[in-house]
């Protein structure tokens, strides 16, 4: 589904597993449910003055939630909902810094998965008893592997989410033919959590069927037998690079191949769309522990 909403204050940021879209405004989120129009307001954090940083919110894949880090406090919140919205505040490792926001979040087994913008990763483990603590995994930063887009040096674009019990980290990788930030997608690098030995590791195929679908804030996999229209072994993608450009592009990338197979605007115009995100649509909330994704047999996705 797609959306252009001119309203700046208002803003497309994610849509969770079960079909609730994601709508920013100020220091709430908005939740809407496309097929019903049901809708909840939900407080992310207090108000603040316009001066300050804003605190960063990120969607889970894979789980009705929410993460807030709060810069000036040295904070990270957990907005999760089971039967009811419920907030934790995560007790921090020492080394977790001012700087380090959350920016990518999957949900996998229980337990939650948390990368910072410099490419560590964080575990929040629910099967513990509250309160819970954010903990630094000893694999090393995904950037010793993945070199970001136009050569920032922390994230920008990426994906991080659950496939088949595995935690998957898809990194794009642009045209070489426009160095000051090209819009084109020329492929992707995926990468695997290996939790035995601490380590990222490379995949070059998706296993048992699978494809991906990659926006941002709302990312999630597939077994492509069950999904009609859709391609095992390949990333479909929605590019945002910036807020600036005139046009978000959507296309498939086949890994088998290891190319582009479609790549073009959204909504089939430049500058119709301001935002894109993939979702699958639901008439009702299932429960928060059920991955939405892979529940059932035969599924269609849209976008949004």
Known sequence: MVSHAKD???KLSGALPCGGLSFAEDNRVVLVNPVTGAFQSIEMYPPRHRLLIQPT????AGAD????SQ????TVTLRWREEEWSEQNLLLPEEFTRSDAIDLVAYSGGIFYAMEFFGFTHTVDTRAPPPWRLTRLRAPSILEQYSPICRYRYLRNSHLLESEGKVMFVGPVLTPDEPLCPKTIRGFEVYKLDLERSRWVKVKRLADDRALFVSQQSSFSVRASETPGCRGNCIYFVSEFDETYIQDTWGV???EEQKVLFQGPVGGSPGKYKAARWFFPRVGASP???NCANSGKKRNFQML
């Open 8 to 10: 700046d204050n208002i």
């Open 57 to 60: 919110v990120r969607a889970v």
């Open 65 to 68: 939630a929410f993460f807030v």
């Open 71 to 74: 810069y000036f406090e040295r």
């Open 253 to 255: 990338y086949s890994m």
């Open 288 to 290: 928060v522990r059920t």
